[in-house]
């Protein structure tokens, strides 16, 4: 199969609301695979569930951009795994010691560096189109960062102290998606998708807490299936979590 490349096209921006936001509006006017909004500055960058995300200009790295995967919709997860796979690549490159978090965090020494964000729209059920959003804490200082996430966040700065150029970093980026993207698209790829998340999975072993609309269920994650779900083991059961929020028990 032929894909776009991811970036062939990119659409840079000073500043903007959210590189989220315009590359869904421009998803929505059928604008082709691959194209990527870029911006320094986001005044309204937003994270899952609606959370604000907190990203500098010249500090960060904020980018979004357009799939039209021929993927079944069930296999939306690896919209958001191959891109941690990308991220975490790239970083290992720098020298930093990544781990990723089901569905969308890559971690540095335990602290979230970067977080990706989907947005999808499906019709019967195929992915008409996905926008992948993706935000990493490069040049970030301890200080930069609001208090209230001060403590749980980290960047390249902080973990591996030196300073990093953003453009070069997204071209890097960039290289790797590429390279990952073709890999949801055969059973032997996302295979090689789970392999790669395997070896980096933060919450493997770890007792969670899953939230499911009004429910909380506790368990013990136990790595992803091949739908790219998050498994957890119940009591004697395992059970596949396709989304939701997750929480780390306290002791851990
Ligand atoms: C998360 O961890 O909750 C996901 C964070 C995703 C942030 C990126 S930054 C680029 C793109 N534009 C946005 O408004 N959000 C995503």
Request: with cysteine; glycine share 8%; hydrophobic share 40%.
């Amino acid at each position: 199969m032929k894909l776009s490349a991811i970036g062939g096209k990119i659409h840079y921006f000073k500043s903007i609301a959210s590189t989220q936001d315009l590359a869904i509006s421009f998803a929505k006017a059928g604008i082709e695979e691959g194209v990527v909004v870029w911006a320094d500055e986001q005044a309204k960058g937003r994270g899952r569930f609606g959370r604000k995300w907190f990203s500098l200009p010249s500090k960060s790295l904020t980018f979004s951009f357009i799939l039209r995967p021929k993927l079944k919709a069930d296999l939306i997860p690896y919209l958001s795994l191959f891109p941690a796979i990308a991220c975490a690549h790239t970083l290992e490159k720098l020298d930093a010691r990544c781990e990723l978090k089901w569905p969308n965090d890559i971690l540095i020494d335990g602290k979230k560096a970067g977080g990706i964000l989907v947005d999808v729209e499906i019709k019967e059920n195929k992915i008409e189109w996905a926008v992948v959003g993706i935000g990493i804490n490069v040049n970030l200082e301890r200080d930069d960062f609001p208090a209230d996430i001060r403590q749980s966040a980290t960047s390249l700065r902080i973990a591996l102290g030196k300073s990093f150029e953003i453009s070069p970093l997204l071209k890097e980026i960039l290289r790797e998606l590429n390279e990952k993207y073709s890999l949801c698209f055969s059973d032997k790829g996302r295979e090689k998708i789970r392999n790669e998340w395997e070896k980096r999975d933060f919450l493997r072993g770890k007792e969670i807490e899953v939230m499911m609309g009004e429910k909380r269920i506790r368990g013990i994650a136990e790595g992803i299936d091949e739908r790219g779900f998050l498994r957890v083991r119940i009591g004697e059961k395992i059970v596949a979590f396709s989304g939701g929020e997750l929480y780390l028990m306290k002791k851990q």
